[in-house]
């Protein structure tokens, strides 16, 4: 009967939180000093959904009962469904006993809003203190801040939590009055602006006293529904980029609106989840990030949409044709990872091998380089080069012509591209 | 063509170079394990393994490579991969043919390949460190059984150590037939007898609650799941099928 009980709660509250898509658990380096249980390191995904999703913590919400009526969130108040509520003890048994058969990285803790925002956050950081202190629980732990929570209490979850999170949800605030009047985006961006610089204090005195305690090393991130709400990706992806650089969030997350609702304000029912949309607008997240993009290079008001045939990369270089054909040895790093066809890892690693020789086709295809899409971009030590004055066009033809559906088709969010 | 057989060991494998250059030969084939062809005019030297020899080759080797390159290629031996040894003699050869140091010298094909071993012994690692699923004991000892593509057991040991350094543990190779023991202190090497009692079945005793926490987890994967996004393709890439009959929430 009890086990029956628990199992029917984590199916609710883990359905509840699987919108929520960020999964990371990475960023951390808590070590496990004390001989205690568990350490957060590069972030292991140790299974994988049925929709191909990494699944790396345990992900569930404190309680789905919620005072709030957000339009596009199965929890809200007016939403006919069945709710449950996990004790702090209960959360804090799960978790301990998933991490020792190595099913999962840690905790990602979340909550309706009950009562109200004080009251939930005390409740979530009473399961994170548990943990630390009680199980001498090094794995990764991270809390949901709930937007209007006293500086108190998100100053103890970051003592306590690896990462937290205020999730933007509707990445304009138009958009957010339409669909969740009641909230309010000064308290989502408060605590994030409390956390920043609470984050930036802790690091120095760490840095000056090594026995500081760690204060969320692995930062804050946050999430935006895309599709709920009519914003373009020049719009989602300046506001992405506005909170990496004003917050210095380790990661935004683009989650596509799955419709699990009616109502008037959203998309209908049966409406497909925009998935390549979401998956475009992650390539071209990892092109700000790691390839040295800058936003206005991706989107602009004369290209306020990626395209959904292909991907940000290539998409720009065929805007940039005059940048092109590049020397694949002579070039800048940073001009070879701008070529399409070729990843941060074959990028690397052309720039070291060519120290040893000039590289050829062969080579570039042995290194990794997807040739029938690089091809059109560089030259290397072979004479045999693109030579036709192809256009814009032209080469996105041959290069669609020659990738399978892959590129048309459903892609995913955890991706491995370029 | 001369036929080099010598024991499988990495010592045994830096023998087999230290006599291709003694010998001077230039084409040849590494065997592991005992001769049984007896196909006559087949050059075949049973290379005996020998220390000493193998030592002045690790030294020499230690003056070309870095210590993270070193690593690379005894892991590279260590996965047991079938006919690969001659890609890694050619590698060493090549290593001590140059002046410089060619670690990332990728236009090479032998340095290429290497490359690709460790990222294939990599990603096994990895997969390991993912999927194993321990099951507790009534001892209070946590169980897992793996069955690896390659023999990467060796390299996972010091993963688990350090995160489940407060729990007994036991990982289990199938294939190869040994394991790892950690004590609460070290590590030791073991091979259990299955003689008298199944594999899956050493486990004669879980303890309680074990049943209790796989039905969670099994739960707790469905109700991750968002049916409007379904992609078998990915699941699949993801999580090969061989995996699947160790991973608790595919059972
Ligand atoms: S406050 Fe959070 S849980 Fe409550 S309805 Fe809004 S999004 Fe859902």
Request: charged fraction near 25%; proline fraction near 3%.
């Amino acid at each position: 009967m009890i086990e029956e009980r628990i199992i029917e709660k984590l199916n609710i509250l883990a359905d509840a939180a699987k919108y929520d898509v960020s999964c990371s658990s990475s960023g951390s380096k808590r070590k496990n000093e004390n001989k205690g249980l568990g350490n957060a390191s590069n972030g292991i995904c140790h299974t994988y959904t049925e929709d191909g999703r990494c699944v790396s913590l345990l992900k569930i919400l404190l309680t789905n009962h919620c005072i709030f009526d957000c339009a596009y969130c199965v929890s809200r108040s007016s939403n006919d469904i069945k709710r449950a509520a996990f004790t702090v003890q209960e959360v804090v048994d799960i978790t301990i006993n998933f991490y020792r058969r190595n099913y999962i990285e840690g905790l990602f803790l979340s909550s309706g809003i009950f009562k109200d925002a004080d009251f939930t956050m005390e409740r979530l950081v009473r399961v994170a203190k548990k943990l630390r202190t009680e199980h001498k629980f090094n794995g990764y732990i991270h809390l949901k801040s709930i937007p209007g929570a006293s500086d108190e209490l998100m100053r103890e979850a970051g003592l306590y939590a690896d990462r937290l999170s205020v999730n933007l949800e509707i990445p304009t605030e138009a958009g957010l009055k339409l669909l969740a009047p009641e909230k309010n985006r000064k308290d989502m961006i408060q605590p994030m602006g409390f956390l920043k610089n609470e984050i930036i204090l802790r690091k120095e005195e760490k840095a000056l006293f090594k026995k500081a305690p760690i204060f969320a090393p692995a930062g804050q991130s946050t999430q935006m529904i895309v599709g709920a709400t009519p914003e373009t990706d020049v719009q989602v992806l300046q506001t992405a980029n506005h909170f990496y650089k004003n917050f210095n969030l380790k990661r935004v997350y683009y989650s596509g609106y799955v419709p699990v609702l009616s109502d008037k304000r959203l998309p209908a029912l049966h409406t497909s989840v925009p998935m390549v949309r979401e998956n475009r607008l992650y390539q071209a997240d990892w092109l700000m990030r790691f390839y040295g993009f800058k936003v206005n290079e991706i989107v602009n008001d004369t290209n306020p949409h990626l395209d959904l045939d292909i991907d940000p990369k290539l998409s720009w270089s065929l805007r940039n044709l005059e940048v092109f054909p590049i020397d694949i040895n002579k070039a800048d790093l940073q001009l070879i990872l701008r070529v399409p066809g070729i990843g941060l890892q074959s990028a690397h690693k052309i720039v070291s091998a060519r120290q040893f020789g000039k590289l050829n086709w062969d080579q570039l295809k042995k290194i990794g380089v997807a040739l029938n899409r690089a091809k059109y971009f560089i030259t290397c030590n072979s004479s045999r080069f693109e030579r036709r004055d192809l256009t814009a066009t032209n080469i996105k033809q041959f290069i669609l012509s020659q990738s399978h559906s892959k590129f048309l088709k459903n892609a995913t969010t955890q991706l491995n591209l370029f | 063509m001369t036929t080099l057989v010598y024991d499988g060991t990495f010592e045994g494998l830096l023998t087999c170079v230290f006599e291709i250059y003694e010998r001077k030969l230039l084409h040849v084939k590494i065997q592991k394990g005992e001769w049984l062809s007896k196909a006559l005019f087949e050059e075949v030297i049973q290379v005996i393994t020998d220390e000493k020899r193998a030592g002045r080759v690790l030294q020499g080797l230690q003056e070309k490579l870095s210590a993270g390159g070193m690593q690379r290629l005894y892991a590279a031996h260590l996965a047991g991969m079938d006919d690969e040894d001659i890609m890694l003699i050619g590698y060493i050869r090549y290593v001590f043919d140059s002046k410089k140091n060619v670690e990332e010298d990728y236009g090479n094909k032998y340095v290429l390949r290497l490359a690709e071993i460790i990222r294939m012994v990599r990603r096994e690692k990895h997969r390991m460190e993912a999927f194993i699923r321990f099951q507790k004991l009534q001892d209070g000892i946590f169980y897992a059984a793996i069955e690896p593509d390659f023999n990467v057991l060796p390299l996972v040991g010091k993963h688990f150590k350090n995160r489940y350094a407060d729990q007994k543990w036991i990982i289990y190779d199938m294939r190869r037939n040994y394991g790892l023991y950690y004590d609460l202190h070290h590590i030791e090497y073991i091979t259990l007898d299955f003689a008298t009692s199944r594999p899956d079945n050493v486990i004669s005793s879980y303890t309680e609650d074990e049943g209790l926490y796989q039905n969670l987890w099994k739960n707790y994967f469905k109700s991750v799941n968002i049916p409007a996004r379904k992609n078998t393709k990915l699941h699949m890439r993801h999580v090969p099928k061989r995996y699947w009959k160790f991973l608790t929430e595919k059972i």
